[in-house]
């Protein structure tokens, strides 16, 4: 049976053309047909990539197949979105070889995760990229009747991003400057950020930024091996605030508690504010925002534009 909260919280999209790419990790065969019925039944139409059910080692297809994907799927005529069917890794195999001129600029990419890498060369080419959960997510809703409210509600960020609406969440402060905070809202997964760092695939800041980070699975000492090889990549003078959101499943001596402790180090010592609990990451909390888009934080509150 089809969770009928997931396609409630999708029908405002009906009549939306959507493209479903695997651009990084192989993707079963039975979670793209159940994203496919959910997104039906909802009223979307889907168009799969050619290589989305294709299997390479643990990557779904071969780099140069995940690339003929994604340009294809920007090329479909009458497409509102490119949505990524999941993470994993992959997208910096490519991402490169990406022919601009090819993607066209009000078309929106969708996904998180590995993903990041590929939104945040969209942003720096002027193209647009939501910060959301991946598409076989509609086949993952939750075991709980409190994580099945979740993941809708993460959905209907999305429908709300795509219909151009702001996004706003409560933040919880811990240090650093607390007036007005003005800037791009910009990151996604730390690991998958720190390992580009000092390629062309770089995360950069050209201007004001605020820095949203999540992460999974990872031991406490690695989130800080990658923080400071991310923030020692990039030009902290124009970073205003980092953003922390959910770190699933990592292994925390003290919980998020101590991860707090250890980002407030490094951001102190640059001078940037601080703040936790963005209801961004890896389980069923993962709401939805532009990526590049301007966020200003005023009373604890993160407020990110419609573009």
Not at 4 to 19: F, W
Not at 56 to 68: E, K, S
Not at 209 to 216: K, Q
Not at 260 to 288: K, M, Q, T
Request: proline share 4%; net charge negative; aromatic share 6%.
């Amino acid at each position: 049976m089809l969770p009928a909260y997931l396609v409630d919280a999708l029908r405002p999209l009906a009549g939306a053309r959507v493209a479903l790419i695997a651009p990084a990790g192989g993707v079963k065969d039975e979670r793209i047909d159940t994203v496919r019925a959910v997104m039906d039944a909802a009223g979307i139409e889907t168009c799969l990539g050619e290589h989305a059910r294709d299997h390479h080692r643990y990557l779904a297809g071969t780099a140069d197949d995940r690339l003929r994907d994604l340009q294809a799927a920007f090329e479909l005529p009458n497409i509102d979105a490119v949505w990524c069917l999941r993470g994993g890794y992959g997208t910096a195999q490519f991402v490169q070889a990406i022919d601009w001129a090819r993607i066209p600029r009000e078309v929106p990419l969708i996904g998180y995760s590995d993903m990041s890498l590929l939104l945040a060369a969209f942003e720096h080419r002027s193209r647009r990229a939501i910060h959301a959960p991946v598409a076989t997510e509609l086949a993952l809703p939750g075991d709980t009747p409190a994580e099945q409210a979740e993941r809708a509600a993460s959905m209907t960020s999305l429908v709300a991003c795509l219909q151009g609406q702001a996004s706003e969440w409560p933040l919880l402060y811990h240090s650093g400057p607390s007036n007005r905070l003005t800037g791009r809202v910009v990151g996604g997964n730390l690991t998958t950020l720190a390992s580009v760092a000092g390629t062309p695939a770089a995360l950069t800041l050209a201007d004001d930024a605020i820095l949203v980070l999540e992460d999974v699975g990872e031991a406490e000492f690695r989130l800080e091996r990658c923080l400071q090889q991310l923030l020692d990549s990039l030009d902290t003078r124009h970073m205003k605030a980092i953003c922390l959101g959910r770190f699933e499943r990592c292994a925390l001596a003290c919980g998020m508690e101590s991860l707090v402790e250890i980002f407030a180090e490094y951001s102190a010592a640059r001078g940037i504010a601080l703040y936790y609990d963005a209801p961004v990451g890896h389980g069923c909390v993962n709401h939805a925002w532009r990526y590049g888009s301007t966020a200003r934080i005023k009373a604890d509150r993160l407020r990110i534009g419609k573009s």
